[in-house]
């Protein structure tokens, strides 16, 4: 995935107004190293990031990224971020990207360790092609999360809502997952209640209703899933937020993985059990999740 386009951001207050906010940006080669060694923050996973689909240069619901990071960097007790000057940076960002898929990555660290301020910085690329994953599927297996449904409430601390750097439990959970002969994975509590996967939200289908796991228990909020359960609804379908007991993965009518470059990617078999797939409707939620949306 080369890189296209690199920013680096002076961060300004939060609220503050300067115009486009070009003074408070410096375009960096994507290619020549832009850290120091002393940015300790970023190497202990000291920060918080999101990944922004692109379609033919459109940066895909800012709105709903720039709030998650905001919510992340809350969580995590950064200076909060100035949304206004975030979005001026997708926005040249998105302008480099030109046709097909890209992928514009938003990363705020802690900075240099006793430094005076955070370091935040905004790259493109070109997506990877994840069409087979679209229209093939994807097989799943469960994964024990280690903690059980409560943990969030009582370990704050643990920083379980937020989307952290600190992605080496996710990839480990990925290579597991190929490791069994699988694509991905779908998190469980240890008391037995469904999650969500490593870099996506988990949706499933009963009937004419779809249901995903609620934000409760420490899942991240995943801003496709949110901007797909508006889509159903206006298509008459019932969307809702529940506890899922792990039993009921199977007894699922159809269920995707969804995520903001990959999209919605059908599952075909979970812990090697089948599950129906409807191609034509997940070929109408990506004709959907294809759309420029705000």
Known sequence: MALRHALMIDPAPEGEVRGDFSDTFTALDPAAPALTVGELS??????????????????????????????????????????????????????????????????????????????????????????????????????DRGYPLDVPARAPWLLLGAKTLSYAVNMAALREARRRGADDAIFLTTDGFVLEAPTASLILRRGDTFVTPAPTAGILHGTTQLSLFEHLEARGFAALYETVPAASLATADAAWLVSSVRLAAPITAIDDVPLAQDAAFTASLNDYLLTPRD
Do not use: M, Y
């Not at 240099?112 to 370091?119: N, Q, S, W």
């Not at 905004?122 to 297996?141: L, M, N, P, Q």
């Open 42 to 143: 970023t190497q202990r996973g000291d920060g918080v990031f999101e990944s922004i689909g692109v379609i033919d240069g459109h940066p895909q619901e800012v709105a709903a990224h720039l709030d998650r990071l905001a919510h992340s960097a809350r969580l995590c007790e950064l200076p909060a971020p100035n949304l206004a000057q975030w979005r001026a940076a997708v926005g040249l960002a998105a302008a480099a990207c030109g046709a097909g898929e890209s992928v514009i990555k938003l990363i705020l660290s802690r900075g240099v360790e006793h430094g005076p301020a955070p370091t935040a910085w905004v790259t493109a690329a070109e997506a990877s092609d994840f069409r087979r994953a679209r229209s093939a599927g994807i097989r799943v297996v469960t994964l």
